[in-house]
Structures are given as C-alpha cells and as structure tokens.
C-alpha cells in the first residue's frame, strides 16, 4: 500500500505563487497532480516519472506550473506562478506502480487527502 500526502495550499493573491508538495511512501513509478474545482470534474494537471524525470503537463498550466522531483525523499512538488482565479481548486496528489496514460486519474490507484489553493484579492 502506497500512502500519499500533500502540503503546501492557502490562500494567495492573483500573479502570486505557491509550491504544494507530495510525500509517497513505497516505491512507485510516476506522480501526477489533479485538481478539482467546485462543480467541475476532477482535472489533469502535471506528472512526472521518477526514473528520468519526464514530465506531462495541462496546457491551462503550461510554462506556469513546474512539476520537480526528490528522489532520496520519495517527495515531488509542484511549483505554481502566476495564478489566477481559474486555478482556484482543491490539488490532489497521486501515484501509481505502472508506465502510461499519466493524464488519466483512473490510472492512479492511490490519492492524497487533497490541499486547498484559493487564487484571491
């Protein structure tokens, strides 16, 4: 069993920044971050795989949004610039054991409790 958790949200003016983090115990394969607005379905974000380090990214956070890894610390974050109202949302962190279909949250077995950013004036 994999057990995640997320810090790292709050509250923060529009053009500011945040960086959530992820803690995964157990080994994995890649990591990925959701979110999920109110009303809204739960939405794709940024992955990254942990040998190499390739990563995937929605185009809505495409050059605004850096996913890293730490490998020694089983610890991904996800570094947030220039935020909007839109990117309000719960984030959710998730891993998985398999390659593939990294956009996918079905493809995620195990989740995080989920971190609140609020993009407000």
């Known amino acids: 069993q994999v057990q995640v958790i997320e810090s790292g949200g709050g509250l923060v003016q529009p053009g500011g920044s945040l960086r959530l983090s992820c803690a995964a115990s157990?080994?994995?394969?890649?990591m990925g971050w959701f979110r999920q607005a109110p009303g809204k379905e739960r939405e794709f974000v940024a992955a990254?795989?942990?040998?190499?380090?390739?990563?995937y990214y929605a185009d809505s956070v495409k050059g605004r949004f850096t996913i890293s890894r730490d490998n020694a610390n089983n610890a991904v974050y996800l570094q947030m610039n220039s935020l909007n109202a839109e990117d309000t949302a719960v984030y959710y962190c998730?891993?998985?054991?398999?390659?593939?279909?990294?956009?996918?949250?079905?493809?995620?077995?195990?989740w995080g409790q989920g971190t609140q950013v609020t993009v407000s004036s």
């Open positions: 157990g080994r994995t394969y890649a």
């Open positions: 998730a891993a998985r054991r398999a390659a593939g279909g990294y956009r996918t949250s079905d493809n995620y077995p195990y």
């Open positions: 990254i795989i942990w040998s190499g380090g390739a990563t």
